[in-house]
C-alpha cells in the first residue's frame, strides 16, 4: 500500500460480488460529484486522527495516517465514500508536549454530527467513524446517540476485539494494553504505510508503564518522558500489513449492523 493520506480507491476489478479496486492513490479524494451520484453508495468512512506527539520517531500526523491506511483498505474492498479525515481531535492527555493540537470533545461531537446529517441529506444511509485516538471518547457518545435518532444509521471502527484479532494475525508481542502508544503496533503499521515518515531510533525507545491509574488526571507526561508508552523496537512493516488487512476483514459485521448490502 502506498501513502496512508486519503487518495481515491481506484477503479472495481472483479471479484466474487466484493468491489476491488488498486491501491488509493496519493492526496485527498479525488471524486467529483459526478462520479458520485453514479456510484450511488450508501456508505461513507470517516477517518478521525489527531495531531498529537508520538514521541520522537513519529509524526504528530501518525493517528490521521493510520486512521486514513485503514479507511483506504476498507474502500478497497467494498463500495463506500471515503471522505477526506479530520486532522484534529481529543488529545489533551498529550498537552505537555510541543506540537500537540487538541479540539474539545463537545467541538468534536458537534462537527462529526454535522458531517452526518450532511451525508443524510445527500441521500447516504451509513456513516462509519474510522478512528486512529484512543482519546477520542465522545465518538461513543455520537453512535450511542445516533442510534436513537431518526436518521443516518453510524458505526465506530475498529473495536477492541477487531484489534485484537488483527494483533493476533500479525504476530505481535507486546501486550495491547502495554503497546498503548508509538509502540509495536502503530510503528509497525507505518513502516508499512509511510516508512519515511519512521524516524530512525525507534529501536532504542522502548518504554513500558503497565500501570496507568491515573492517565486521565495526569495525561501521558505523568508515565513516560518520551511520550511513548510500548515497544517500537519490535515494530515491523511486515506485521503493519498483517495488522491492516485483519482490520479491513473484520469490517463486514459492521457493514452489516448498518444495513448495508454488500455490491
Known amino acids: 500500500m502506498p501513502t496512508t493520506e486519503p487518495g481515491r480507491p481506484g477503479p472495481p476489478t472483479e471479484g466474487r460480488g466484493r468491489r476491488r479496486t488498486a491501491r488509493p492513490t496519493p492526496g485527498p479524494p479525488a471524486d467529483t460529484t459526478e462520479d458520485v451520484r453514479a ?9 478521525i486522527g489527531s495531531f498529537e506527539q508520538h514521541g520522537a520517531h513519529l509524526p504528530l500526523t501518525t493517528d490521521t495516517l493510520i486512521a486514513c491506511a485503514v479507511a483506504e483498505e476498507i474502500a478497497a474492498r467494498h463500495e463506500a465514500l471515503l471522505l477526506p479525515p479530520l486532522t484534529l481531535s481529543c488529545s489533551h492527555e498529550h498537552a505537555d508536549w510541543p506540537g500537540t493540537v487538541s479540539l474539545s470533545a463537545r467541538t468534536l461531537h458537534a462537527v462529526v454530527t454535522d458531517v452526518a446529517a450532511s451525508l443524510w441529506r445527500s441521500g447516504l444511509t451509513a456513516l462509519v467513524l474510522v478512528n486512529g485516538h484512543g482519546g477520542n471518547y465522545v465518538l461513543r457518545n455520537v453512535v450511542q446517540e445516533s442510534s436513537a435518532a431518526d436518521g ?8 477492541p ?3 485484537a484479532a488483527a494483533r493476533d494475525r500479525a504476530g505481535l508481542a507486546t501486550p495491547a494494553h502495554a503497546d498503548m502508544h508509538a509502540g509495536e503496533t502503530e510503528t509497525s503499521i507505518l513502516l508499512h504505510v509511510r516508512p519515511d515518515v519512521v524516524r530512525d531510533g525507534y529501536a532504542g525507545a522502548d518504554h513500558r508503564a503497565d500501570e496507568r491509574p491515573h492517565l486521565l488526571t495526569l495525561g501521558m507526561a505523568g508515565y ?4 511513548v508508552i510500548g515497544t517500537p523496537s519490535l515494530a515491523s512493516a511486515e506485521k503493519g500489513a498483517a495488522l491492516l488487512a485483519g482490520l479491513a476483514e473484520a469490517f463486514d459485521g459492521y457493514r452489516e449492523a448498518c444495513g448495508v448490502p454488500d455490491a
Request: glycine share 8%; net charge positive; charged share 15%.
Open 39 to 47: 456510484r450511488r453508495p450508501a456508505l461513507a468512512l470517516l477517518p
Open 152 to 159: 443516518i444509521r453510524m458505526a465506530l471502527f475498529p473495536g
Open 161 to 163: 476485539a477487531d484489534w
Open 224 to 227: 513516560t518522558p518520551s511520550g
